[in-house]
């Protein structure tokens, strides 16, 4: 996790395997900020990864807000539902190729070229 411009960088590097079959849900990695903090603005995420034993894969990242307890910090999405307070993204690995002239710092666009799919 990097937070440069709030001051504190914490950069972490590990390694995780886990067995994909259907029901497994995957991984967690968690980091405790001590201090106060906001987080303002886009997030952005840089991974490596292998899908070892396929050609591709699917990516769902979630950063969700615990409180001091980890319990999930909820909060009404303004349709009178409570729902976590968390951002997420998803994305299929064989088309994160982006789009150099479209997409910002901020903003990537893909261009979601990769895997081909037979519509017949």
Do not use: C, Q
């Amino acid at each position: 996790m990097a937070l440069r411009d709030g001051g504190f960088e914490i950069i972490a590097t590990t390694s995780v395997r886990y067995d994909a079959s259907p029901g497994n849900t995957g991984t967690v990695f968690a980091l405790k900020i001590e201090e106060d903090s906001e987080l303002i603005g886009y997030l952005k995420l840089k991974l490596w990864v292998e899908a070892d034993g396929s050609d591709d894969m699917d990516l769902t990242v979630s950063v969700l807000k615990l409180d001091s307890a980890a319990n999930l910090v909820m909060r009404d999405d303004t349709s009178g539902i409570v729902k976590p307070l968390m951002a997420t993204g998803k994305l299929r690995v064989s088309r994160r190729e982006l789009d150099t002239e479209r997409s910002t710092e901020s903003e990537p666009v893909l261009l979601m070229k990769g895997e081909a799919t037979d519509t017949r």
